[in-house]
């Protein structure tokens, strides 16, 4: 019996310390998709109520945060970007237990309105990776020792950067870009060397283009696949080599902008081009060159779209950053159901059972329940500070980061 107790124990330890059910390890939690398994989160909050902490902030920024065991992790750049950090922090009352900063030697541009930092760190429970741009891609373990780091090269691009890495397995994907030199990369996770990097092409076509799109690590048909939404087209990657399984092109007049991921439905793929530009639905199904022969309905206007909705049944939810409104769409055919003005979008969708949240840039969190037939509101809650993020659901709790506080929003 003693011996099946240590080996009880030590099965514990060696469990607290990779991913859990309750956690939410990446952007966009577990499966990048935005669903999670929660159930019975709190609803309703203000800033002095259900908060069961906060702690200010340094700087501003857009990154969400990620959670694994008792630790919250986010980024943080300076108002220059010449320091770019990773900072951990305690889940039961929000102290700080350990910050990494780089230091970066060069001032590279950005939007006002995306500070330095705007990548989502990714943890497997056991490490935690963050992409800094220019300044590199870091991993460490969970309390804060360095395990390895790349210099992938400069991205440099008006608007700033904000792809966020992923991590399946034992590797660790990232969409190298917005850049002259634009490159989707597979690193091995234990010692950050190269598995592949496949060169996204820059198309010689007018207007803005960039692609600031997390991706998103599924299987379709049985077959497992990356797919990534780059500037002009939608590209699904094989994990073993980066080969280029399908692309489906989508070509803006406003420009190649690609700032949401893609939505997956049953059988289907929705995509929305940034700065008011395309939005399609086509099928996944083949290889090779989709456009022509699976394209399902093309609307070549619509709302700006920075944060990403969710697919539920045979409808396509979407948080729209302007004009402020949360949509309703058909999947198959793209027609708008319903459209309800409720505030301005960057941050995405998630999902707790039949449960919808989305922060606004004046961070008030709607929870609604996704029905076809209305919006069908259950609660809005202000916590009247500017976010660009999206929340973090984790073990019956939120987590919500704000330009200026982190919260744990839950029993105190």
Known sequence: MLRLALVLICTSLVSSEVV????????????GDGFSDEKNLPTEWSQDKNVKWKVALPHPGNSSPVVTGNRVFITIGNEDGTQRGLYCYNRADGSLLWSKVVAFDRVLPTHKTNPYGAPTPATDGKSVVVWHGSAGLFCYDVDGK???????????HEWGYAASPVIPQDRVYQNCAPGAAPFFGAFDLATGRDLWRVPEPNRERSGYKGSWSTPLV????????ILCFQPSRVVSYAPNDGKIIWEYKLESGKGDLAYSSPMLGKGLCVAINGFSGLATGFKLDGSGDLTGKNKLWDVPRNPQSIGTGVIIGDHVYIPDAGPSTIRCLEAATGKEVWAERMGSYWGSIVMAGDLAYVTSQSGETVVFRPNPEKFDLVAKNNLGEHCNATPALSDGQIFIRTYENLYCIGAK
Do not use: C, M, S
């Open 20 to 31: 859990r059910a309750a956690d939410w390890p990446a952007f966009r939690g577990p499966r």
């Open 146 to 156: 360095e395990i390895w780091h790349r210099d992938l090269g400069e991205f440099k």
């Open 218 to 225: 599924t299987k379709l048909n049985g077959v497992e696949q």
